[in-house]
């Protein structure tokens, strides 16, 4: 009888190892498959990692520059120091982009990074290749700067609002003419990849250009992108006709995601000018340029951007990159904002 008991407790005994070992691994298991799925990341992730990061970008600088119209893609290559410290260089290709600025910049104009897929993959880096790099406008360094800066910033205080919203990166860039030698550094920042944006937020690619249906959109993502713009005193930006906005598509209803916003107030820069929103009145200040509703509607979104006050505030403070004089200006035209969200200021006609 106790013989009998002893193996039936030996036996007992060699199961439970055998669960706990089974666990063990299964655990072990479970936590590799997370870090592979958690760690996977992409050529912004890497470049994002300092308030500033340093830069060395190579090509046909002067090609570039003195061919505005030109759609051509040049080669090039971008080199910088990671988290860790090593060195990285990547092929890329340079071209022009945007509309007003790459015409109208003195200095250098916005450019376009692509990356090569293939080489990301080979990295182990995800295949998100495509970036808007966001440069001077103008002469002035200083002015430039802070101009440049300040944008930079609007993306940043979006991100606190918004859950889907572009992420954008501070560079010091040191531009490199590879026919010349001729370097020169500036500030610039670049914007994550549009199609980054949709695999980190669910969401799918609209293929419309304009939607005119407001039921067509989220609601809550509508007004939020409606009054942050209002926020900022930005109206060069169109709802229904997608001007600075994409279209995102997520449980079949629409996402405006805003960009560009160095025409709005709180950025002041000086190459901005004011635009004719309502029969011939320009706006320096705020409008509201969202669908016109009821103020009560607006509220559930107003009392968000309130609770959010104490961040988007420190979004600016915390910048080192800005002249304490322009971070008080850049607080009090928020603050303005939040001395009477309620009142608002409809826009008139489309939107």
């Known amino acids: 009888m106790i013989i009998q008991n002893k193996r039936e407790m030996i036996t007992r005994k060699k199961q439970w190892n055998n669960i706990a070992l089974f666990f063990f691994y299964f655990t072990l298991s479970s936590t590799a498959l997370g870090a592979a799925t958690t760690e996977e990341e992409t050529i912004f992730d890497v470049l994002n990692y300092a308030e500033v990061v340093k830069v060395d970008l190579s090509y046909d600088v002067r090609a570039v520059d003195e061919n505005r119209r030109d759609d051509s893609s040049y080669p090039g290559t971008l080199s910088f120091r990671d988290q860790q410290g090593s060195k990285q260089d990547w092929k890329v290709n340079i071209s022009l982009r945007g509309a007003f600025r790459r015409i109208h910049c003195d200095e250098r104009p916005p450019l376009r990074i692509d990356f090569r897929k293939e080489d990301l993959e080979e990295q182990g880096l995800l295949p998100f290749d495509d970036f808007k790099l966001v440069t001077y406008c103008m002469g002035d360094d200083i002015v430039a700067k802070e101009a440049l800066v300040r944008e930079y910033l609007a993306y940043k205080l979006y991100n606190e609002l918004s859950d889907i919203s572009f992420r954008a990166q501070l560079l010091k860039i040191n531009f490199k003419d590879i026919n010349t030698g001729e370097t ?37 993502y509508l007004q939020t992108t409606a009054l942050f713009q209002y926020m900022i005193g930005n109206t060069d930006w169109g709802l229904t006709y997608s001007k600075n906005i994409k279209y995102f598509r997520k449980d079949n209803k629409v996402i405006p995601v805003p960009y560009d916003f160095d025409f709005a107030v709180i950025v002041d820069a000086p190459y901005a000018v004011p635009r004719d929103d309502n029969d011939g009145d320009y706006h320096y200040g705020r409008l509201y340029r969202g669908f016109k509703e009821e103020t009560q509607v607006l509220q559930p979104v107003i009392d968000n951007f309130i609770s959010k006050k104490e961040g988007l505030v420190n979004v600016i403070r915390n910048c080192k990159q800005l002249r304490p004089g322009s971070r008080r200006k850049m607080i009090a035209y928020l603050m303005s904002f939040f001395e009477n969200p309620q009142q608002i200021e409809f826009a008139e006609g489309m939107i």
Request: net charge neutral; glycine share 2%; charged share 40%.
């Open 184 to 220: 020169k550094s500036q500030l610039g920042f670049i914007i994550e990849d549009t199609a980054q944006l949709r695999a980190r937020s669910n969401s799918s690619k609209s293929e419309e250009k304009r939607i005119l249906n407001k039921e067509e959109f989220d609601s809550y």
